[in-house]
């Protein structure tokens, strides 16, 4: 770098000093690589969105989402002919507001994603660090169950698991967590396996700190950039998995406004009024885009062997 | 060869009886008690239930009862449906190659778009082309299949009225059941008609079947190409001065292949369970849609042997592409 700059005519620039002297704060680092992916922005953005109508719903929603109009069933659109301002995005077999629904949908679908990402994180973080760190018989046992769970369809072991502990947003939310458990367990093994001979960790433990402090505050921290993607992915899939569970009937009943339920329950009428099955559809895909394009964004800003 | 082999198949092994195990215990978790949920009456008189608990073991321990399952399950006997009362295993089977059927032409259909795809989108990397097949494969990816198959439904076989919306055949014909597969079938008995009405009914459920390991195949294609195509050996067969499509053809394809078949041929396994969907949306008489048919009529011994078979099926196809892979690959087969 110097000897590049001594060939240099020109008088040194003071920035390359700097950057040398004082290297980026990481978040500052990882925003600046973050920012390149248009992709992976407009899907905070689109995630930030809805989010905030998810917690504005009861605020924005231009009506109750149960209330049923009856003067105004299978309402269109209101830029189709017979469609009113009063229903923006149209009604639904027994008149209420698709809009409505559908932001008390997105407030639905933001939670499920939280808890089965929050539960199956958890756990799977757990098993992960007890397999990493302790090896042997533990390591065995716990990556031996996980592959069985692997080994079985991920739709086809969540739909078992709704079906036995009986239909419902809560039995679906737990299957679905169940299903991805797997996934953090084997990253966080991983993860841990790739760290705890390092010499930073040989100096702690040399210095007397207990496993419990070794594993969550020494190599922890360490370990998060792939649970991060594999955290925001997993929002993805959560959605996408409660909500075919919710098509199937075994997730959340109706009248509950989530998006897949409200799918399958007007699916007689596709033909009538198509709207009824488009929007809750596109909800659902806008969703799950925007936090695989965030997901592969954060991939790519977080994995140093792509940092150019 | 043989060494390899044993290793792989032996390895399967474990996970088939946790699965076994799983199925078992998972069955166990229904609330209610198994007898009546079996013979469905409630206040039975204590001698008959007595007697009906000891006629399923159920007065048995676990670990007994456990073995008594693995046993019956490794000499055939999947259970009695309580709805048809056939044997759980030949209703799978008759049901089963309408599954494969579906699965494979979901794969084919995968196959023959994305690994195209991905090969132009990698060699025109940052091209108009390369963002839409990356846009494309991700909204795919992102894809409720369940919406996408009403929309294709809506539009192709409601508005245009191109396909049918259901099932596998016309119910004017009738072809005598040989492979199970229908589009074999028709042809082995030779009417033309038939073979046309399947080839329609099979068109929707493919390719949303398909769409997923689309977007899947088109991804990894690309990736492994991009990284392919970094390599020196490539700079020296560009260097030497050979034509760009045998570069691209000849040396960079073939090595790209290895990660793509692999995720081809795990793909096949995942669609035998991920049929639940597209089968139920088509009417496709396939195992998926009998499984929700059977949760809905709370039939768990065909639940719980339709699992077991299904999950079955996916180690056995894994463990095939798994020695496949071996076989074509030395590199995996020395490995460890």
New interface residues.
């Given amino acids: 770098m110097s000897a590049e700059t001594s060939t240099n005519t020109e008088p040194a620039a003071p920035e390359p000093v700097i950057a040398v002297s004082r290297p980026p704060h990481p978040l500052a680092e990882f925003w600046y690589h973050f920012k390149q992916n248009k ?1 992976a922005l407009g899907g905070l953005v689109v995630i930030a969105l809805i989010a905030l109508i998810a917690i504005f719903a009861g605020v924005i929603a231009p009506h109750d989402p149960d209330i049923q109009y009856r003067d105004a069933i299978l309402t269109p659109p209101v830029w189709q002919e017979g469609g009113t301002w009063s229903y923006i995005l149209g009604t639904d077999d027994i008149g209420r507001d698709m809009l409505s629904r559908l932001m008390f949908g997105a407030r639905l679908s933001m939670m499920i994603g939280l808890i089965v990402v929050t539960l199956s994180l958890a756990v799977g973080l757990g098993l992960g660090l007890l397999a990493g760190f302790f090896g042997g018989m533990a390591d065995v046992l716990i990556m ?2 996980m ?2 769970l692997l ?6 072991l969540a ?3 709704a ?4 239909p419902g947003l809560v039995n679906a939310m737990l299957a679905v967590s169940v299903v991805v458990i797997p996934h953090y367990a084997r990253l966080t093994r991983a993860a841990v396996l790739a760290e705890v001979n390092k010499d930073y960790v040989v100096a702690s433990r040399v210095a007397g700190a207990g496993p419990l402090r070794l594993m969550l505050i020494v190599v922890l921290p360490n370990c998060v950039a792939p649970l991060i993607v594999q955290a925001t992915l997993g929002f ?1 899939t959560a959605i ?1 998995d409660a ?2 569970l919710g ?4 997730g959340a009943q109706p009248p509950t406004p989530e998006w ?1 339920t409200m ?1 399958a329950s007007s ?1 007689q009428f ?2 009538r009024a ?1 709207w009824v ?2 929007w ?2 596109i909800a ?2 806008v969703t ?2 925007a936090f ?2 965030l997901g ?1 964004g954060l991939r790519d800003a977080l994995d140093p062997k792509l940092k150019r | 060869m043989l060494r390899f082999i044993l290793t792989r198949v032996s390895l399967v092994i ?2 088939f009886l ?2 076994t195990f ?1 199925t078992f215990i ?2 166990r ?3 209610g008690d198994p007898i009546e949920v079996r013979v469905g009456e409630r206040g039975i008189a204590p001698d008959r239930l007595a007697a009906l608990r000891h006629e399923l073991g159920l007065d048995q321990s676990l670990w007994q009862q456990f073995l008594d399952y693995v046993g019956n399950v490794l000499s055939g006997d999947f259970g009695l449906s309580l709805v048809t009362h056939n044997s759980v295993l030949s209703e799978f089977i008759t049901l089963f190659p309408a599954t494969l059927e579906l699965a494979l032409c979901a794969m084919l259909f995968a196959t023959l778009v994305g690994l195209p795809a991905g090969i132009l989108a990698a060699v025109k990397r940052g091209s108009l082309f390369d963002h839409g097949v990356m846009g494309a494969s ?2 795919g ?4 299949i ?3 198959g ?2 294709l ?2 539009f192709f076989s ?1 508005a245009l009225g191109w396909t049918p919306v259901s099932g596998r055949l016309d119910l004017v014909y009738y072809v005598e059941p040989v492979t199970g597969f229908m589009l074999i079938d028709t042809l082995m008995a030779g009417d033309y008609d038939a073979f046309r009405s399947a080839l329609s009914h099979l068109i929707l459920p493919t390719i949303v079947l398909g769409t997923v390991p689309l977007a899947v195949v088109a991804r990894m294609t690309r990736s492994a190409m991009l990284e392919v195509l970094g390599e020196d050996y490539i700079r020296t067969a560009r260097a030497k001065g050979l034509a760009s499509g045998r570069v691209i053809g000849m040396h960079a394809l073939r090595n790209a292949l290895i990660p793509v078949v692999t995720v081809i041929g795990l793909q096949v ?2 669609l ?3 049929a ?2 597209t089968e ?1 949306i088509f009417s496709w008489p396939g195992v998926g849609k009998w ?2 048919e059977s ?2 009529r709370r039939d768990y011994p065909a ?1 719980q042997g339709g ?1 077991l078979l ?2 079955t099926s ?2 056995l196809v ?1 463990l095939l592409v798994d020695v496949l892979y071996g076989v074509l690959n030395p590199r995996i087969r020395h490995a460890r």
């Fill in positions: 992709g031996r169950a592959d069985i080994a079985l369809p991920s739709l086809l739909v078992v698991v079906a036995i502990l009986g993805s996408l909500a075919a098509f199937l009937g075994l897949g799918l699916l596709l033909q198509p099955v488009t809750p559809g659902i895909l799950v885009l695989n394009l592969d | 474990p996970t946790g699965i799983l998972l069955i978790l229904v609330p991700l909204t990816y992102s894809m409720p369940f919406w996408w009403l929309l439904i809506l409601v396994g995942t035998l369970g991920g639940i969907l139920t499984l929700i949760i809905n639940l699992v299904i999950a996916v180690i894994n």
